[in-house]
């Protein structure tokens, strides 16, 4: 029987119909922004603070985020990895057009949730 995500979320304390998913695509630049993109090479600091920065229209993000984040990673084509959990504690201010600010944010779950590609116990 194959692994999903479900089971390993809620083993964490997560439930998943009240998570965000969110699947980061390579960009050198925001168009809109103006803000600096990820790459392949991209390191934890930098895909976080990536992670931090999402827009305040919500058209294209929701008003009222989810408590946890589960962010993936472009890894090939269609393919993604999990890249961490991230615990949204709310927004600090709203003086630009993203949301939340940087300081509100913290890796959390278990230590194979966190970043860094790590792998579940036995796996």
């Given at each position: 029987?194959?692994?999903?995500?479900?089971?390993?979320?809620?083993?964490?304390?997560?439930?998943?119909?009240?998570?965000?998913?969110?699947?980061?695509?390579?960009?050198?630049?925001?168009?809109?922004?103006?803000?600096?993109?990820?790459?392949?090479d991209?390191?934890?600091?930098?895909?976080?603070?990536?992670?931090?920065?999402?827009?305040?229209?919500?058209?294209?993000?929701?008003?009222?985020?989810?408590?946890?984040?589960?962010?993936?990673?472009?890894?090939?084509?269609?393919?993604?990895?999990?890249?961490?959990?991230?615990?949204?504690?709310?927004?600090v201010?709203?003086?630009?057009?993203?949301?939340?600010?940087?300081?509100?944010?913290?890796?959390?779950?278990?230590?194979?949730?966190?970043?860094?590609?790590?792998?579940?116990?036995?796996?």
């Amino acid at each position: 029987m194959p692994l999903t995500l479900s089971p390993v979320l809620l083993d964490a304390g997560i439930y998943p119909a009240s998570a965000l998913v969110i699947r980061h695509a390579y960009v050198r630049e925001h168009e809109d922004s103006g803000l600096p993109g990820i790459h392949a090479d991209s390191t934890d600091a930098e895909i976080i603070a990536y992670t931090r920065n999402q827009s305040a229209d919500t058209k294209r993000f929701p008003a009222v985020p989810a408590r946890y984040w589960v962010v993936f990673i472009k890894e090939g084509g269609d393919q993604a990895r999990l890249w961490s959990v991230v615990e949204n504690r709310g927004e600090v201010s709203n003086a630009s057009s993203t949301w939340p600010s940087p300081s509100t944010w913290q890796t959390c779950g278990a230590d194979w949730l966190s970043g860094g590609g790590h792998r579940a116990p036995g796996g």
